[in-house]
């Protein structure tokens, strides 16, 4: 166990719809992470925040969207569901302070999205 | 921004044999390199990492391998298990706050 959570473990629902995924990062790490993997396909780097604050953004649609909340818990934001969003949706949290400090990243369990 | 390429896609190992994944990296500021493992259907689990002040490291049957000039690194598992058929991904940090660029991934099968 990583001490990452993620809710829900998996999802249905159709084209069209808006679901919200949820994560908690392990204690003490401030920067969370989201990345999608479609099958048989890499890890996508969408989104990273750190303290509250966006750092960094990949390949992230415009119908995605994440927050950060004061507790630390993050919330990635599915719009417009289209068949191709189908995916494991991970997410992974590190201490990551910025500069050089090194920072492990410890992925979450996942949550799988099927949109019909 | 960083860029990875790993290699092989695909590896098929005999028990007991050597695997080794490559993989190549863009920025030279880049300065942590971890390696990760994803089981089917799992999340992926760091299993080893190196850091650019450092060219090898080795834990237990894995070890990984750092040429900064050639800005390329290893991963290198000895005596294969079948508990080590697994998708591994290489990554480098590509900016200081930790954002990670991921190769796309080896599909290593070890038969008995």
């Known amino acids: ?51 509250g604050e966006e750092r960094a953004k990949g390949n992230i649609l415009e119908r995605f969207s994440a927050q950060q909340f004061p507790d630390l818990h993050s919330e990635l934001n599915l719009s417009s569901l289209e068949l191709g969003d189908s995916a494991l949706y991970f997410c992974a949290s590190s201490v990551a302070s910025g500069g050089s400090s090194y920072n492990e990243q410890f992925f979450g369990p996942g949550t799988r999205l099927t949109v019909l | 921004g960083e860029n990875v390429e790993q290699h092989p896609s695909t590896l098929s190992v005999q028990e007991g044999d050597s695997a080794v994944i490559k993989c190549t990296y863009s920025d030279s500021a880049s300065n942590y390199f971890p390696w990760y493992k994803q089981e089917l259907g ?71």
């Open chain 1, 1 to 51: 166990d990583s001490g990452v959570t993620q809710t829900p473990k998996h999802l249905i629902t159709a084209t069209g719809q808006r679901v919200t995924l949820r994560c908690s990062p392990r204690s003490g790490d401030l920067s969370v992470y989201w990345y999608q993997q479609s099958l048989d396909q890499g890890l996508q780097f969408l989104i990273q925040y750190y303290n």
């Open chain 2, 42 to 112: 799992k999340r992926p689990q760091l299993i080893i990492d190196i850091r650019s002040n450092v060219g090898e490291k080795k834990d237990q049957r894995i070890a990984v391998t750092l040429n900064k000039t050639a800005k390329h690194f290893s991963l290198h598992i000895t005596e294969t298990q079948p508990e080590d058929s697994a998708v591994y991904f290489c990554a480098a940090r590509g900016d200081s706050w930790g954002k990670l660029q991921f190769g796309a991934g080896t599909q290593v099968v070890v038969t008995p």
